[in-house]
C-alpha cells in the first residue's frame, strides 16, 4: 500500500514461508532454486554457536553466538525455534524474521518438520509448507541413490519419514516436489496468494471507506 | 491423483471460484481475458427464463427454461442462487457445478456480489474473490468514461459501490484490477495455491501410508 487512496497487490506486511518435509525431499534444492528465481525473498539466518567455517560472513551465513549468548537468547524467547546438534546449538532469531517482515519483504524458513511446528506455535501468521516427494518410492530410490546410508539406515530413514509426512495436518499447503521447478512455482503461487488474502486488505480498506469523499 | 502409490498437484476434485465485486469494476472483462489464457477453466452456465437471443445455444449460453420449470427448480433447490431482473429469472444450477467439480475441473462464476453470497451460503467450499477497482476514484471514472449514467445515477452507483466493498469481509481473497492481466495472473496463482491446500490431500495420504511398503 503506497497511497492512502489505493492498492497495490503486496500488502505493507511480508509473510513468513516456513518450507518444511521429511529428510531426502530436496527442500535445500528446492530452496536454491527459489533464491535464484525469486529475487525479492529474503532468506532466514539461523543463529549457531558453532564456529565460523572459510568464507562464512556474519549475518548472512548465521549469525556466530557464544553458547552463553545462546543460552540467554533461548531464556528471554528470542528464537522461534531451536535445536542442539553434535554438540552445537542452532536456531531461528525471531528479530531478524520479525524486522524482515516490518520492512515488507517476505521471508523463508527451510527446516526440517519438528523444528517447524515450533516455528508454528510461536509465529502462527506464518504459512506452513510440506513439500512431499512424488511417491515413498521415490523417496526411498533418492535416499539409497545418495549412497551414504546402510540398508537399516535407509529402513530407518523411511520409517521416520512415514512419521514425519502424517504430520502434513499442522501444514497449511502440501507441495509435490516432482520437479524442481514446478515446485518452486507452485511456492511462487502460494505467496502471490497468501498476499491476495482478504484479511490484509480489510484494514486498509476500512480507513479507505472511512475517508471523506 | 492418477495412481495410489503417488500425487500429482491436482486432486480429483475441481474448484468452484466465485468472481465477484462492485459494478463497473470490470469482472466481465477479467472473466473473458482469464478464458483466453486458462484453457481448463470451465464457465458456470446459468439457467434463465429469458428467450434465447440469435445464435444463443442450450447449455452453452443459457440453460433455457419456462418460468413453471424455474420456480420449480427454487423448489427442489436445485439453484446456488437466484434473482429477478427486468422481469425474468436467472440462477446457477447446482447440479451443472456439481458435476464438473466431480469430473476433477474447476469452474468459474462470475456474479454480482449479493449473488456471490447466497452461493457462500449454500456451497461454503468455494472460493470466493473479490475484485477491487484500484481506488474509489478510478471506479468513479470508469462508471463516467462508460458515459451512460446521469450524475444523480453516478452518485447512487458510487454509493452502492461503498456499501458492497464493505462485504469483502465475507470472502477469501481480495483482488485488485489495475491491470486485466495481472489480475488474471493472480486469479491463476489463487487457484494453483488452493489446489496445494494441505486438506485436498490428508485423504489420499491416509490410504497411502495404510499401504503395506
Not at 15 to 21: H, P, R
Amino acid at each position: 500500500m503506497t497511497n492512502n487512496n489505493g492498492w497495490t497487490q503486496k500488502s505493507d506486511k511480508g509473510i513468513l514461508i516456513v518450507l518444511s518435509g521429511p529428510s531426502g525431499v530436496g527442500k535445500g534444492t528446492v530452496c536454491s532454486a527459489l533464491r535464484q528465481c525469486t529475487s525479492d525473498l529474503v532468506y532466514s539466518v539461523s543463529a549457531t554457536t558453532r564456529s565460523p567455517r572459510a568464507g562464512e560472513q556474519e549475518g548472512v551465513n548465521y549469525f556466530f553466538k557464544s553458547k552463553e549468548q545462546f543460552l540467554s537468547m533461548i531464556e528471554r524467547d528470542e528464537l522461534l525455534e531451536w535445536a542442539e546438534y553434535v554438540g552445537n546449538y542452532y536456531g531461528t532469531p525471531r528479530e531478524f524474521v520479525r524486522s524482515t517482515l516490518d520492512a515488507g519483504k517476505d521471508i523463508i524458513l527451510e527446516i526440517e518438520v519438528q523444528g517447524a511446528l515450533k516455528v508454528k506455535q510461536k509465529f502462527p501468521e506464518g504459512v506452513f509448507i510440506f513439500l512431499l516427494p512424488p511417491s515413498l518410492d521415490e523417496l526411498e530410490q533418492r535416499i539409497v541413490t545418495r549412497g551414504t546410508d546402510s540398508m537399516d539406515a535407509i529402513r530407518s530413514r523411511m520409517n521416520a519419514a512415514r512419521e514425519e509426512i502424517a504430520l502434513l495436518e499442522h501444514y497449511d499447503y502440501a507441495i509435490v516436489n516432482d520437479r524442481v521447478e514446478l515446485a518452486c512455482q507452485r511456492i511462487q503461487a502460494i505467496l502471490e496468494a497468501e498476499h491476495c488474502k482478504k484479511e490484509r486488505y480489510l484494514p486498509v480498506l476500512q480507513k479507505w471507506l472511512e475517508e471523506v469523499h
